[in-house]
Structures are given as structure tokens and as C-alpha cells.
């Protein structure tokens, strides 16, 4: 399974950035596709999810600035990212978990500078 993300970039503070994030290759069923990010120093964590029959979930930071969209039946998934912070700034991945295996893309970079 090959992820190509996209749509990072830099940013000043209440900004917008669309992040997208496309599955390709040998892939069974999708049980759901999401975005985690990791900044300089700190764990990977969880921004959002996505779940085939529509079912979504937020880190609690993003909620109200965040949308995660998408159609897993076509292996796609985007991240509307409004109103960015400077905490926001990280390296964001793009996770699909295919039959219960986690599958990560290369990483895009999202800059928000204050």
C-alpha cells in the first residue's frame, strides 16, 4: 500500500491549509483513514479520523478548527485546517489502516508561524 499526502506548507497564524491523502496499491478493506502529526521533540499524536460508515474523531486542540472529509470508498481523505495555530506546526501523516495494519505516508510539513 503506497499513501501520497499533500498540501502542506507554511502558514501564518489563522491561516488555512488543506491537507490530501490518496491510497493506492494492494488494499483489502479500509477500516479507517486518518491524519496524526508529530512536532519536533514530541510523539506522534492523533488530529483526526475517519471511519467508512462516516464516523469522525478529533484531537480535542483541532475540534472547531479541524474537518477531516473524504471518500474511503475511493481511498481518499482530506484535512481542512482553519484558523492555525503555531502549536499546529508539525509533520503530518497520513495513517490507513487496511484489515487492522496501520500504513503511513511519507509526511507533509505544516509551518504556522505566530
Known amino acids: 500500500v503506497q499513501l501520497q499526502a499533500s498540501g502542506g506548507g507554511s502558514v501564518q497564524a489563522g491561516g488555512s491549509l488543506r491537507l490530501a491523502c490518496t491510497a493506492s496499491?494492494?488494499?483489502?478493506?479500509?477500516?479507517?483513514m486518518g491524519w496524526y502529526r508529530q512536532a519536533p521533540g514530541k510523539q506522534r499524536e492523533l488530529v483526526a479520523a475517519l471511519t467508512p460508515d462516516g464516523r469522525t474523531d478529533y484531537r480535542h486542540s483541532v475540534k472547531g478548527r479541524f474537518t477531516i472529509s473524504g471518500d474511503i470508498a475511493r481511498n481518499t481523505v482530506y484535512l481542512q485546517m482553519n484558523n492555525l495555530k503555531h502549536e499546529d506546526t508539525a509533520v503530518y501523516y497520513c495513517?490507513?489502516?487496511?484489515?487492522?495494519?496501520?500504513?503511513w505516508g511519507q509526511g507533509t510539513l505544516v509551518t504556522v508561524s505566530s
Open positions: 496499491g494492494s488494499i483489502s478493506t479500509i477500516w479507517s
Open positions: 495513517l490507513t489502516v487496511v484489515a487492522g495494519v496501520n500504513e
